[in-house]
């Protein structure tokens, strides 16, 4: 990798950090050689610091390191791409992103995901999920088979409200599903991009 740190008069390039995960824009730094020499060998994003006058490492003080997945340089190579695992908000506000946005996939389906992972340690009393779960492996198996087959009828008539209505169910029941076996839908679409590629 060849990073032009002489292109600019104060050996400084801008390096964008990423979720390696989410893929959403955590923050911006600045970052000279040293900064980056820095950064591979400890495994922690480091900048430099241009108020401060020197190295810092994202978390030094608050402990929400971002710890450092891949790096990369543009085409011109002056700008730097990090990926990164924050260890909590990356922001000094204790905000997600240095934008304010949450640090979740822009998927709907990737958010609902983490809900059904949240509702699933929830009490029983409150939530559908919870009381699903607290039922087992079967009994969520078998609620995928009953919307299967309750999207299959709809799916010979001509009503657009209820077939959509039974493909979100469906849906919905096979995520936690996949959650209940330990699963992601991130692993069931690896699967098709794999398959796709053939």
């Not at 009490?123 to 087959?149: C, D, H, M, T, W």
């Not at 493909?167 to 076996?181: E, G, Q, S, T, V």
Request: aromatic share 10%; hydrophobic share 40%.
């Amino acid at each position: 990798m060849i990073v032009d740190f002489k292109k600019y008069n104060d050996g400084l390039v801008p390096a964008i950090v990423q979720d390696v995960v989410t893929a959403k824009v955590l923050m911006l730094g600045f970052m000279n050689e040293e900064a980056l020499q820095q950064t591979q060998e400890s495994g922690k994003v480091t900048f430099y610091s241009r108020s401060k006058k020197r190295l810092w490492t994202k978390g030094e003080e608050s402990g929400n390191f971002l710890l450092l997945r891949s790096v990369a340089s543009d085409c011109d190579s002056d700008t730097l791409l990090i990926k990164a695992e924050p260890l909590g908000p990356v922001c000094h506000t204790g905000a997600d992103t240095c934008w304010g946005e949450p640090n979740i996939k822009d998927e709907f389906l990737f958010y609902l995901e983490e809900v059904i992972q949240q509702r699933k340690t929830a009490p029983v009393a409150e939530s559908y999920v919870a009381r699903l779960f607290a039922k087992g492996i079967n009994k969520i198996a078998q609620k995928v088979g009953e919307e299967a087959v309750e999207l299959v009828i709809e799916a010979k008539d001509n009503n657009e409200e209820l077939f959509f209505n039974e493909a979100a169910d469906l849906l919905f029941h096979y995520l936690i599903l996949l959650n209940a076996k330990g699963y992601t839908l991130q692993q069931v679409i690896n699967v098709l991009q794999e398959r796709h590629k053939k």
